[in-house]
């Protein structure tokens, strides 16, 4: 990798970083404005005083919430890494056997059912103890990310099929899947990073149902905690940034392995 | 009965909204209004909930004693109120802000600034968003009575909503408009010269933008309807109080009385048909885009 590539990386890295901490910073203070009006305790000292440390929960943000991302993005990630496999699987069948594709369709359509219901009638199966890959399922399933993948996926697949080069190579009797690799790999890829903010929020309503204490959990705890005026906006700040740096990092990620290595874009 | 069927495939949008409508205006009917008058059948009074066919309840009742169909058609009524105020405020203003930002502002310093609004706003996520923005109203309803109440509250929180999704449409459109305006026909508008406003308004949103606007109020319902369902379940407690009449806490009350009874599924099976058709529209219109 030259160094004019790895420049660019970290500046891009940086620009993410800040935009990140910009608007947590906005967060806190859109959030310190209403506490402010509703309690008299509220001093303005709380929304300067930036500090590393939770009164909520007696800790430091930074390792605090490095534990709750790790089982955030170790859930996130193995969802990922399932809507994927899934999604390839799905376009293969709904390529390979056109025939049945409201089958296809009807299994999508799970999707549609919201990630509460998923989320009961699997405790109700499991006698209230949902094992971790259901969680992981039903996120897949519930945030909606597998039927996204394998729409833009198969959209994809039938865009590369219809080119001109496929075609003439297909008709020399090489094999689909060799013809258009190297285009379907990066622009699965890129998809796939676009479509990791949709875990991402899934993630915080299944573990808010499942009790898992990942970063959606506990935004929500923070939420109630400074509704009940416990008042701690740095721990707000610190899960409002964690939580847009993925956001953004992801589709930044997506938008550089287009650029990178796109080869229509290389031309 | 085929050419019926076909004749609602084609037009399934049109169908599809009319049905909707005559649903909602069905709500306001004494018919459902009795209804929701709860039926204490048992000798000692207590409410319970009765399954599907009772002699009077075509899909039983709920813990309340109210009929389930005449709470599941306002309930479904009470969500499409709430994404037609999330869609009305994020059409006007996203409708607005595109228009500036596609046509009228030219790189000029509001442009740039509109711009940086819409890159901090689309950076939260929209679930994010929609907390905070009932986080900040149940600490503002302590100071302002007004937003205690749920019938005022949740229509303002998915008004804010709407709000929040209007950058998203303005961007949407920006990229439309601006992809219209290198187009022939526009040009040819300017050289005849028409009005801006004819411009804007009738070529550009009415005759080529509809579909947009349509791909992405489909959307917002979707959201809305999602959304409702997600603030009114226990974990999250944000939502209607479980005795209201939406789907979300139908369900919530479900979930807590009678867990995978059938009382279950009938709310959860109604959101997940309102989802459906309107995915379905919102691809329909996204498809008629191209």
């Known amino acids: ?267 | 009965m085929k050419s019926v069927m076909r004749l609602a495939k084609v037009n399934f949008t049109k169908v599809t909204i009319l049905g909707l409508l005559a649903l909602a205006l069905v709500s306001f009917t004494p018919w459902i209004h009795s209804g929701l008058e709860p039926d204490v059948t048992s000798s000692s009074g207590a409410v319970k909930w009765l399954p599907i066919h009772t002699t009077g309840h075509i899909l039983g009742t709920e813990g309340q004693g109210r009929d389930m169909l005449a709470v599941l058609i306002v309930s479904i009524r009470n969500s499409l109120i709430l994404g037609s105020i999330a869609v009305l405020v994020s059409v006007v203003l996203g409708g607005t802000f595109g228009i500036l930002l596609g046509y009228i502002l030219n790189r000029g310093p509001l442009e740039r600034i509109l711009l940086f609004v819409a890159r901090i706003v689309k950076s939260i996520p929209l679930l994010m968003w929609i907390f905070l923005l009932v986080f900040w109203t149940e600490v503002l309803s302590s100071i302002i009575p007004f937003l205690e109440s749920e019938t005022v509250r949740m229509p303002w929180v998915f008004g804010l909503l709407g709000m929040i999704y209007s950058f998203n449409l303005a961007l949407f459109l920006r990229g439309h408009i601006k992809k219209l305006k290198a187009s022939q026909f526009i040009e040819a508008c300017e050289a005849l010269g028409l009005k801006k406003s004819t411009i804007i308004f009738r070529h550009i949103i009415w005759h080529c933008s509809k579909d947009l606007f349509g791909n992405q109020a489909s959307y917002i319902f979707v959201q809305c309807i999602l959304l409702e369902i997600t603030l009114s379940f226990h974990a999250i407690g944000y939502g209607y109080s479980p005795n209201s009449l939406s789907l979300g806490s139908l369900f919530d009350r479900a979930v807590f009385e009678r867990p995978m009874s059938q009382h279950m599924y009938m709310p959860l099976l109604a959101a997940f048909l309102l989802t459906l058709l309107f995915s379905i529209m919102a691809q329909r219109f996204g498809r008629r885009l191209g």
Do not use: C
């Open chain 1, 1 to 267: 990798m030259s160094m004019n590539r790895l420049f660019s990386l970290a500046l891009m890295g940086a620009r993410v970083v800040l935009l990140a901490f910009i608007v947590a910073l906005i967060i806190r203070v859109l959030s310190f404005i209403p506490l402010s009006m509703a309690y008299e305790d509220v001093e303005w000292s709380d929304l300067y005083q930036i500090e590393f440390y939770s009164h909520i929960y007696n800790d430091t943000i930074p390792g605090f919430v490095g534990s709750a991302l790790w089982v955030t993005l170790k859930l996130v990630l193995i969802a990922w890494a399932l809507s994927i496999g899934l999604a390839i699987m799905f376009v293969f069948l709904k390529s390979r056997y056109e025939r049945l594709s409201f089958l296809w369709d009807t299994v999508l359509t799970v999707s549609d059912i919201h990630v509460f219901g998923l989320f009961v009638i699997i405790q109700n199966i499991t006698s209230f103890r949902v094992p971790y890959i259901l969680l992981v399922v039903i996120l897949t399933l519930g945030s909606g990310s597998l039927k996204e993948m394998v729409l833009s996926f198969h959209s994809v697949y039938k865009d590369v099929v219809r080119k001109e080069y496929w075609r003439f190579m297909y008709s020399q009797g090489i094999h689909p899947v060799r013809i258009g690799f190297a285009e379907l790999l990066v622009r699965f890829t890129e998809l796939s990073f676009t479509k990791l903010p949709i875990l991402l929020i899934g993630s915080i309503l299944v573990e808010a149902a499942s009790n898992t204490l990942g970063l959606g959990y506990y935004l929500l705890d923070v939420l109630r905690s400074l509704e009940n005026n416990r008042v701690d906006l740095n721990i707000l700040t610190g899960i409002s940034f964690t939580l847009i740096l993925l956001v953004l990092l992801s589709q930044k990620i997506a938008e550089y392995v287009r650029v990178t290595f796109d080869p229509q874009l290389q031309l």
